[in-house]
Structures are given as C-alpha cells and as structure tokens.
C-alpha cells in the first residue's frame, strides 16, 4: 500500500491486493503432477483520491 498526504485532509492511496491458491486436492482427485503451487487466483489494483471540502 502506498499512501501520500497532499495537505490537512487531502490524501491519496494507491493499494495491490493479491491471492494466492495452490490447487490442493484434499481428496486426491485429480492426475499426479497438477498441483500447481502458489498459482495466481485473483489480484486487484485499487487507487483511492479524498479530498476535503472546506465549506
């Protein structure tokens, strides 16, 4: 996460998110080989801009 504050009340964020899956059968189904370790299951870039208004 990276965050940076402009002035009293004004501020950005910028943040990555990402999970993580490793294809573990607790069953065994599936052919020998295929775990496929720390695979990529989801990622997401979020950016966030608060402004305060002075009304």
Do not use: C, E, W
């Not at 940076?4 to 501020?11: A, E, I, K, N």
């Not at 299951?41 to 979020?46: D, E, T």
């Amino acid at each position: 996460m990276f965050a940076y504050q402009l002035q009293t009340g004004h501020s950005f964020f910028v943040a990555y998110n990402q999970v993580s899956d490793d294809n573990y059968s607790a069953l065994g189904i599936g052919s020998v080989g295929t775990r496929t370790p720390f695979r990529n299951a989801a990622s997401a870039i979020v950016a966030k801009f608060q402004y305060l208004f002075n009304i």
